[in-house]
């Protein structure tokens, strides 16, 4: 029997996996060499920074981020004075998460760093590459 013809390089979810890795990577140098942060931290700062105040479990259903991991940031956060919390008044098993004004500041910094990169990387692309790439990715994320 002969094996059926399958080659993992042209897998989709390994070819969308990878070029979201090597695009993070790239990114991760703006936001770790400047301020230690890691992954999950930046994209709690982003979610404060963008929405506004919310709980951790809103974080993680928008995010798309494990439980653990977003709890692991936000003490980080809070311990570098980038976010405040504060218990909710009829459920104190959940509690606001707000950026402070430094997290504001390094959120401002960021999101300026976040453009810079992304125009960058659309530069790779035609106008009409990058238009029907964001379609098709935006569509496979259920945005």
Known sequence: MQAPDFDLVDFLPYLLNQAAEQTSIGFQASYKARYGLLRTEWRVIFHLGRY????????????????????????????????????????????????????????????LSARHFDETVAKTFTAEENRILRHCLRKLAGF
């Open 52 to 111: 506004g105040e919310m709980t951790a479990k809103d974080i993680c259903a928008r995010a798309r981020l494990h439980k653990t991991k977003v709890s692991r940031a936000v003490k980080a956060l809070e311990t570098r004075r980038y976010l405040t919390r504060s218990e909710l008044p009829h459920d104190r098993r959940n509690e606001i998460l707000r950026l402070t004004r430094l997290g504001q500041s390094v959120f401002a910094e960021l999101n």
